[in-house]
C-alpha cells in the first residue's frame, strides 16, 4: 500500500507560481511512475504530467506544456509539479497518483494509488 499526500496548493494570481509536493509513505515509490491529474469543478479529471520511475522521462499535457515542470526526489519519497506562469483555467483539485509499472501514462485507470488532493486557485 502507498499512501500519497499532497501540499503546496493555494491562492495566487495569474503569471504566479506554485510549486505542489506529494510525499509518499508506507512504501518506497522508487520504482512507480507518478502523475499528476487535476479536475476543476463542473469537469473531469484530467492529466497534468507524469515522470518514470527513474526520472529520466517526463510528458505533459499540451495545455502546461512549458508552463509546468514535474520531478521527483527518490530518496525524499516525493514528487513535485512547479507551477510557472499560472492561468485561470488552471484552477482545481490537484492529485498525485503512483503507478506500480514504472511508466509514464496519461490514463487515470493505469494509476494504483491517489492523493487526496490539493486546492490550487488562480485569480485572474
Known amino acids: 500500500q502507498v499512501q500519497l499526500v499532497e501540499s503546496g496548493g493555494g491562492l495566487v494570481q495569474a503569471g504566479g507560481s506554485l510549486r505542489l509536493s506529494c510525499v509518499a509513505s508506507e512504501r518506497t515509490i522508487s520504482t512507480f511512475a507518478m502523475g499528476w491529474f487535476r479536475q476543476a469543478p463542473g469537469k473531469e479529471r484530467e492529466f497534468v504530467a507524469a515522470i518514470d520511475w527513474s526520472g529520466s522521462r517526463t510528458t505533459y499535457a499540451e495545455s502546461v506544456s512549458g508552463r509546468f515542470t514535474i520531478s521527483r526526489d527518490n530518496a525524499k519519497n516525493t514528487v513535485y509539479l512547479q507551477m510557472n506562469s499560472l492561468k485561470p483555467e488552471d484552477t482545481a483539485v490537484y492529485y498525485c497518483?503512483?503507478?506500480?509499472?514504472?511508466?509514464?501514462?496519461?490514463?487515470?485507470?493505469?494509476?494504483?494509488?491517489w492523493g487526496q488532493g490539493t486546492q490550487v486557485t488562480v485569480s485572474s
Open positions: 497518483a503512483a503507478a506500480q509499472d514504472g511508466y509514464c501514462s496519461h490514463y487515470d485507470y493505469e494509476y494504483d494509488y
